[in-house]
């Protein structure tokens, strides 16, 4: 009996899913912001990538598929670095002492 490849691969989705869910919410406030760094700059890599992808093919076509989910992939991939710098600046202002009112 031979399992179909895509019940093996959603599996794994539903998994990682599940697995994710775990790993991110038991992150503690101090581990926030390295962490933050490390996936804006996983995004900076997925923005070179889909720079790469959104100018393949000729300069005939400019509406292919490959064209418009790189373009997707740029937009979707800075918001998520625009979304990760707001929230280290966030969690580092937790950390700055408070001036006194006098």
Do not use: C
Not at 61 to 66: E, L, M, P, Y
Request: proline fraction near 3%.
């Amino acid at each position: 009996m031979e399992i179909d490849p895509f019940i093996f691969r959603l599996s794994i989705f539903i998994l990682s899913i599940f697995i994710g869910y775990y790993v991110v919410w038991s992150v503690t406030p101090s581990l926030h912001t390295p962490l933050m760094s490390v996936t804006n700059a996983i995004s900076s890599v997925i923005i070179v990538g889909a720079i790469i992808a959104s100018l393949a093919g000729n300069s005939e076509t400019i509406f292919n598929s490959s064209n418009i989910f790189g373009f997707l992939a740029i937009v979707l991939a800075a918001v998520n670095i625009f979304g990760g710098f707001l929230v280290t600046q966030r969690m580092l202002a937790m950390y700055k002492k408070k001036k006194k009112d006098k």
